[in-house]
């Protein structure tokens, strides 16, 4: 059994102020009530509005969503078209399809979920065979599946769709679709919505953070979404959902914090990995940092280089203890026979990285010398991969198993940009200390912040100005959506 669950008080927030639903078996997803046990307590609060709107969308997915009557009609409606004269569709759906790693493919698939919530639609999630994706997350919805039925789909390959893909709703607005108001055209049986990161290179595809490119899409009833971004900050700047927004998500920069806690459970296989982890190697610390390296082609680094970055971030933030240069030490907390003059703590540091060069530094560091002021401290890392393979599905297990690890840590410092990062903190509800991006492949000064806010990036937001149709600098045009500290060029919740 887990041990973790039995030691620590049964907290009257399993349901995570009722961001989860009652209604699941527990051990269909052991995951689902038992992370948050894992993780401080959220000091982010579940407006009563997004649960109702949470609990509305349930009811919606289960009678909409695959397996049910209504689903096989929309099925049928989408391979034989109905006269312009019939009625709306009953249920319309959001079609996610994965697209880069797996923290982009989180991130894509909370923003899609957001939206579905706004709109009405049932989210489904498409599984393209190779992609690993299998045994992965656990059914976010009670009673019904999310999973995209294969060979329902009349159409395939979207995931090679792109800014050319004459059913886009940038090339239906180029061609003035959707813009008559007083007797519109059918609407067309499905659309596909490209917000890949050249999304914004055309004039028409960022419209669907306008109110008109939501009027072009409202009556549609499939939407095929393709996404690496990271779009929540930019349903913010879409007018008519303000409302609905601001009441589900009062505290704006707690969005992925909330939304992400409640799709977003790894399958028990994964959970396995963690809980195993967790147990041997960080469960009796005193404090658990945790350190996420990544390195990107467009921000080189040596490693002697990132190594002094992340040493001089984590002693100058008192995020980790410097060590004493004497040799050995007998302070230390290990050292049973001459107790320390005031006990040690235990710190407990996991790092996850692709490479185990930041890991062995680490910890060889604490091996050779003592920890100034008796911490003991501990190193791990779960695996060191080499390299990204976002299609094999052990692959992916591991990699969410260490987002999550990731998560249960008191102390985060990540790398800027990072969405496998972002979704770790963000789970957490932890803004983390972030290593800046090199500046000619130096560790600029300072070599971290603490970021702003939890909330991940929108690395490519539309830059678009809805009213005067040109673009726009949308770090300024609402309040609450700023540019990123990580990453000038996006915005994100503050
Ligand atoms: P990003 O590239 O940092 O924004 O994050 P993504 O998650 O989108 O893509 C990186 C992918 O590389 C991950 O999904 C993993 O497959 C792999 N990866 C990167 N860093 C790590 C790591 O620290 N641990 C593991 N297990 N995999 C990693």
Redesign the pocket.
């Known amino acids: 059994d887990d041990p973790v669950a039995a030691a620590v008080e049964p907290r009257n927030d399993r349901l995570l102020g009722g961001l989860l639903s009652p209604d699941f078996d527990d051990s269909s997803c052991l995951s689902r009530y038992r992370a948050g046990l894992y993780r401080r307590q959220s000091p982010h609060a579940v407006s009563p509005h997004l649960v109702a709107s949470l609990r509305r969308y349930e009811s919606i997915h289960r009678r909409c969503g695959p397996g049910t009557s209504a689903y096989e009609r929309a099925v049928e409606r989408l391979r034989s078209p109905p006269p312009s004269n019939t009625s709306d569709a009953e249920c319309r759906y959001l079609v996610w399809t994965p697209l880069?790693?797996?923290?982009?493919?989180?991130?894509t698939l909370t923003s899609a979920f957001l939206y579905a919530l706004l709109t009405d639609r049932v989210l489904l999630f498409h599984h393209p065979a190779g992609e690993g994706l299998r045994d992965l997350f656990c059914e976010p919805f009670p009673g019904s599946t999310w999973t995209l039925p294969e060979g329902d789909f009349p159409f395939s390959g979207m995931q090679g769709f792109n800014a050319r893909t004459r059913e886009s709703l940038g090339n239906a607005l180029r061609r003035g679709e959707g813009a008559a108001k007083d007797h519109p055209p059918p609407p067309p049986p499905w659309m596909y919505v490209h917000l890949r990161h050249d999304y914004n290179r055309n004039a028409n595809d960022p419209r669907f953070f306008c109110d008109d490119g939501q009027d072009a899409l409202r009556r549609v009833g499939w939407v095929v979404l393709l996404s690496?971004n990271y779009f929540v900050p930019g349903l913010f700047l879409v007018p008519r959902f303000e409302r609905a927004l601001s009441r589900m998500l009062p505290r704006r920069d707690a969005a992925f914090h909330h939304l992400g806690r409640y799709l977003l459970h790894p399958s028990n296989t994964v959970w396995g990995m963690v809980a195993r982890y967790h147990a041997s190697y960080m469960a009796c610390a005193d404090e658990r940092v945790g350190i996420?390296?990544?390195s990107?082609y467009w921000a080189r680094i040596s490693t002697d280089e990132l190594y002094g970055q992340i040493m001089s971030c984590a002693h100058g933030e008192n995020i980790l203890p410097r060590v004493t240069q004497q040799g050995p030490n007998f302070t230390a907390a290990g050292d049973q026979p001459q107790p320390a003059a005031r006990p040690g703590r235990r710190k407990a540091v996991l790092v996850?990285?692709?490479h185990g060069e930041y890991y062995e530094r680490i910890r060889d560091m604490y091996y050779e010398h003592g920890a100034a002021g008796g911490d003991a401290v501990s190193v791990f890392q779960?695996?060191?991969?080499g390299?990204?393979?976002?299609e094999e599905r052990m692959?992916?297990q591991?990699?969410?198993?260490?987002?999550m690890l990731l998560s249960f840590s008191d102390v985060a410092l990540t790398?800027a940009?990072?969405?496998?990062?972002?979704?770790s903190h963000g789970l957490a509800g932890l803004r983390p200390w972030v290593l800046m991006v090199p500046v000619r492949k130096k560790a600029p000064n300072p070599p971290c912040r603490l970021a702003a806010t939890v909330e991940p990036c929108f690395h490519t937001p539309p830059h678009y100005d809805c009213q005067a149709r040109t673009k726009g600098d949308n770090g300024k045009t609402v309040r609450h959506v700023r540019h990123c500290e990580d990453l000038k060029d996006g915005v994100q919740l503050v």
């Open positions: 880069e790693g797996l923290g982009n493919r989180m991130l690496d996420q390296v990544r990107f996850v990285s692709l779960p695996t060191h991969l390299g990204q393979r976002s692959h992916n591991k990699a969410l198993a260490e987002m790398s940009a990072s969405t496998f990062g972002y979704v």
